[in-house]
């Protein structure tokens, strides 16, 4: 099993490309991962990582090794998975990440009845708007809004989740009732934007009478994070293109209402992502099942 600890200990290094990092992922401190690499190069010989104190990179062997690394740790994960069904007693832990949104609203309020229900069973979620690296961040399940771009990963489809552009009363009363997109570039309305690094521009997918148009949108306001717009726009600061379950509750008790309803945007795919090589796994299956019929309910609920 020291073994094994040292490979995964490696493969995590390779990955995130820092030991400190590979560390704090496996829950353990630097010293321990520095010696656990250090232990595996004794084993094999040679030398896996070059480092120095500002970089850490990998030698030509450890570039080597990384590919039968990853196929020795997919293969304990299948042998263990085999026992697994055939004991009916599916343990472990499972790493799961999703936006913010998604994770607060949908699969944080049902992780501790997946516990309650499967309690060998351990969910460690993790939340952020950023794009993810599923690979390099270790992840078994990602739950993702929008269109799949990554082909290497699989697919299971939750809902179409409709969205809307709204805000709260007071802008409308300040800025006006916008009609639709048009009346959105013309009149200048404030949008706020969700913004990563590297996004050029800004626009809006709405369904018009001659079709889907994008609407070149700008405001004085754009966060990587989408309950911070919603705070915004609570807050009078302007217009926010929502999935209607993120503020649905804002939306009964009057704090938003719907603007621009004539070109209203498209729904946004909900979906979980998985690498092939989980699929296998019986609690990623388990925890699938599990999710997908409570967040179709929930979405279905909110609309």
């Given at each position: 099993m020291a073994y094994?600890?040292?490979?995964?200990?490696?493969?995590?290094?390779?990955?995130?490309?820092?030991m400190s990092?590979?560390?704090r992922d496996q829950r353990t401190s630097p010293a321990v991962a520095s010696a656990r690499i250090s232990e595996l190069e004794k084993h094999l010989g040679v030398r896996l990582f070059n480092r120095t104190?500002?970089?850490?990179?990998?030698?030509e062997n450890g570039r080597l090794f990384y590919d039968g690394a990853r196929k020795v740790l997919e293969a304990i994960d299948e042998a263990e998975a085999a026992v697994v069904n055939a004991t009916q007693n599916p343990r472990g832990t499972i790493y799961v990440a999703a936006p913010l949104g998604i994770g607060?609203?949908?699969?944080?309020?049902q992780v501790p009845a997946f516990k309650d229900e499967y309690p060998q069973i351990d969910v460690r979620l993790r939340l952020s708007d950023r794009s993810i690296d599923m690979t390099a961040e270790g992840l078994d399940v990602a739950f993702h809004l929008g269109i799949l771009d990554d082909s290497t990963l699989k697919m299971r489809m939750?809902?179409?989740?409709?969205?809307?552009?709204c805000a709260a009363p007071a802008y409308i009363a300040r800025?006006?009732?916008?009609?639709?997109?048009?009346?959105l570039v013309r009149d200048r309305h404030d949008c706020l934007n969700l913004r990563f690094p590297g996004a050029k521009e800004f626009q809006w997918t709405l369904e018009t009478p001659d079709g889907p148009r994008r609407f070149e949108i700008a405001g004085p306001f754009e966060s990587d994070d989408g309950d911070v717009l919603t705070m915004w726009a609570l807050d009078g600061r302007g217009i926010v293109l929502k999935p209607h379950f993120e503020v649905a509750e804002h939306l009964r008790a009057g704090r938003l209402v719907p603007v621009a309803t004539a070109t209203p945007p498209q729904p946004v795919q909900l979906s979980c992502l998985t690498p092939h090589r989980r699929l296998k796994d019986p609690k990623i299956r388990l925890f699938l099942d599990f999710m997908v019929a409570r967040c179709k309910a929930a979405v279905t609920q909110a609309a």
């Open positions: 094994v600890n040292n490979i995964k200990m490696f493969v995590r290094v390779y990955e995130l490309g820092s990092a590979a560390a104190t500002r970089s850490l990179q990998p030698t607060r609203r949908l699969i944080a309020p939750i809902a179409n989740c409709p969205r809307l552009l800025r006006g009732m916008p009609a639709d997109g048009e009346a």
